[in-house]
């Protein structure tokens, strides 16, 4: 009423509204029910090596994974069990026909195989079960690079083509061994994606049948009617994809738009016209993987990143409950591979394994500090393929490049203890990092700019003006600290003064910027299409998910307690799903599940620095090396 007085008739109408409210009680509206939220996790454990084009299907709590291509793009027909919880595997047989680009379905207690690529594409309908692998029947023509799901006892063939054109026609089988036609596809496609959903199949995007071209359409099949249509698009032409049906919803993973491999998640609801993209990802770009489900739990094993096929397997999970965490993390092993920590307060590097102990130390005995000490390491980060490191030391105004394990000096710019701008000189570095070409991307912090430094030493470019230190894009910064190398060859940088992160071209060209809500923003990373992680360097700090609006997505902010942060300069999402983050004045590096904020794992002493086992002074930065060498926080510059 802002203060004013009602007038007689409105007071009337309010009791009378009263009255009937009192009299019979009105139901609020239900609202919708949200859809369920995913998170995907890259399991510890990897193939033993790459496969990509395989089938999978569950067989009794394992992934049954059978044919595919080897990195020599050779068509196996090996029949192998993995253990999801553990990461075992365990040879079950042979294929009858070593196939690739198949489809595969579980059936009356057996796996069945249809068509596929050996490496002509093939007729044959193969099962694997307790009398090992057998030809049981064949297709009306030779079939590749189709799809396969069940539905009311029955599996349904959709999509593929027979080695020079498309087939539209959708088969039907209950045993792998007779097939009938049950209906037509409004489009032939190859490499298409399928799911079931409530009585209705759905066929998403996939190829032409030259395979010249990929498609946006979502089409329908009733197997009822036997009736197709084309019910909607989706966002961006689209093939070599993966789905999975989550509550009632469908959920398309990763494969292929144009010529990139994605790590992107879109969500499809049974009716809609369109898809559309969540901030869920990947935890690493894949196409072209074999996919089956076990338990709540949908996993992609193998497949291929540009071509070439890998060994990573990924499972995606309903958020929340038991499924929160990977199975590794679960089990208590967090991470995959070693851990490299900047331990800033005690100048030095470690390297530790999920199990705390310490695995390698620089400086030691055998590599000595570089001249001018190694002090006041900020940041390190792993570089070409696991055999370089690459950190500044932010107060020694230096960076130096290090061989792994060997600890041998590399290369080196900055003069120790003496800040300045010109050629040469440093001013508070932070997050230096190796760039492909072998450049050195550097935040220049109290210069206000972003510095790139040829392999020779000489400066070969900046963002930003040297001693202008005001958010004024494109022309000036205002004291950047993070400039993170983005996929697209750009620049992820954040500016403390106005906690200001922008997205700038290597020649300066700034393609957004947005200030957020925190106090002192660090280290930016990129985690999805319009999706970032940073830290509030505060007390107390927080973690927070954005996207370019500015809008915050999620955020971890403790004010209290075991949880609170004190000064977090770094925050990644590795592949598991779990955060991590330097909790630099707390004297600890955390895991962090963002589903339910729980602390999973740490290194160092709440709050007790020291230089034993288990102990860290103002750790200020992190890295994650895998087994093969890669750097999955960081693969563009790893």
Not at 31 to 45: G, K, L, T
Not at 122 to 135: D, I, P
Not at 363 to 384: E, K
Not at 544 to 567: C, K, P, Q, T
Request: aromatic letters at 8%; glycine letters at 14%; hydrophobic letters at 35%.
């Amino acid at each position: 009423m802002s203060g004013r007085r009602a007038g007689p008739a409105l007071i009337v109408l309010l009791a009378l509204v009263a009255a009937c409210s009192s009299s019979r009680p009105v139901s609020a509206p239900r609202r919708p029910a949200s859809p369920p939220r995913i998170v995907a996790f890259s399991e510890p454990y990897q193939l033993p090596a790459p496969l990509s084009r395989a089938v999978a299907v569950s067989a009794g709590g394992a992934i049954r994974i059978m044919g595919g291509l080897t990195a020599g793009q050779s068509t196996v027909s090996g029949v192998f069990d993995l253990d999801p919880r553990t990461g075992h595997l365990s040879p079950a047989g042979q294929l009858a026909v070593g196939v690739h680009d198949a489809a595969a379905v579980s059936l009356g207690g057996s796996a069945l195989v249809f068509g596929g690529g050996s490496p002509n594409t093939v007729a044959t309908a193969q099962s694997f079960g307790t009398a090992g692998g057998q030809v049981i029947g064949t297709l009306p023509k030779p079939r590749s690079d189709l799809s396969a799901v069940v539905l009311g006892g029955r599996a349904y063939i959709l999509g593929g083509y027979d080695g020079s054109t498309g087939d539209p026609s959708i088969l039907a089988t209950s045993d792998g061994r007779s097939f009938a036609t049950v209906g037509q596809l409004a489009q032939p496609v190859r490499y298409a994606a399928v799911a079931a959903a409530g009585g209705l199949i759905y066929l998403f995007g996939g190829t032409t049948p030259s395979g010249s071209s990929q498609t946006t359409l979502i089409q329908e099949f009733d197997p009822r009617s036997g009736r197709t249509r084309i019910v909607g698009h989706l966002p961006e032409p689209w093939a070599h994809g993966m789905a999975a049906t989550v509550g009632g919803q469908i959920y398309l993973l990763g494969g292929v738009s144009g010529t990139t491999t994605l790590t992107s998640i879109w969500r499809y609801a049974p009716g809609a016209n369109r898809a559309t993209l969540t901030p869920d990802v990947l935890p690493y770009p894949v196409s072209d993987a074999s996919v089956t489900q076990v338990g709540e739990a949908t996993f992609l094993v193998g497949g291929e990143l540009s071509g070439n096929p890998v060994t990573g397997v990924t499972s995606v999970r309903p958020a929340g409950g038991a499924a929160q965490v990977s199975s590794s993390a679960a089990q208590g092993a967090p991470f995959t591979g070693h851990l490299l920590i900047a331990d800033r307060g005690n100048n030095r590097l470690i390297l530790v394994n999920p199990a705390k102990a310490i695995l390698w130390t620089y400086p030691s005995a055998s590599a000595p500090a570089p001249p001018g000490g190694f002090y006041f390491p900020d940041d390190a980060f792993f570089a070409r393929k696991g055999t370089e490191i690459i950190s500044n030391e932010e107060e020694n105004n230096t960076i130096v490049q290090i061989a792994y394990p060997s600890g041998k000096i590399l290369w080196s710019y900055g003069h120790p203890r003496l800040p300045g701008s010109a050629a040469g000189y440093l001013d508070q570095p932070d997050d230096a990092y190796l760039l492909k070409d072998g450049t050195i991307t550097v935040a220049d912090a109290l210069n206000c700019r972003i510095l790139f430094i040829d392999p020779s030493g000489v400066p070969s470019g900046q963002i930003g003006a040297t001693g202008n230190c005001v958010h004024n894009p494109p022309a000036s910064l205002g004291y950047p600290n993070g400039d993170t190398p983005l996929a697209n060859g750009d620049f992820l940088i954040s500016e403390i003064h106005g906690s200001w992160v922008s997205e700038y071209t290597r020649t300066g060209n700034l393609v957004w910027t947005v200030q957020l809500p925190i106090g002192y923003p660090s280290d930016p990373q990129q985690i999805g299409p319009d999706l970032y992680l940073i830290a509030d360097y505060s007390n107390p700090g927080g973690i927070y998910e954005f996207n370019r609006a500015g809008d915050i997505l999620w955020s971890y902010h403790v004010i209290s307690g075991d949880g609170m942060l004190d000064h977090p300069s770094l925050a990644e999402r590795l592949p598991n799903g779990l955060i991590g983050v330097n909790d630099d004045y707390r004297d600890r590096v955390l895991l962090i599940d963002p589903v339910n904020d729980r602390i999973v794992w740490q290194y160092g002493q709440t709050g007790l620095a020291g230089t034993g086992p288990d102990q860290l002074n103002t750790p200020d930065g992190f890295d994650l090396l895998w087994p093969n060498g890669s750097t999955p926080t960081h693969p563009q510059t790893g």
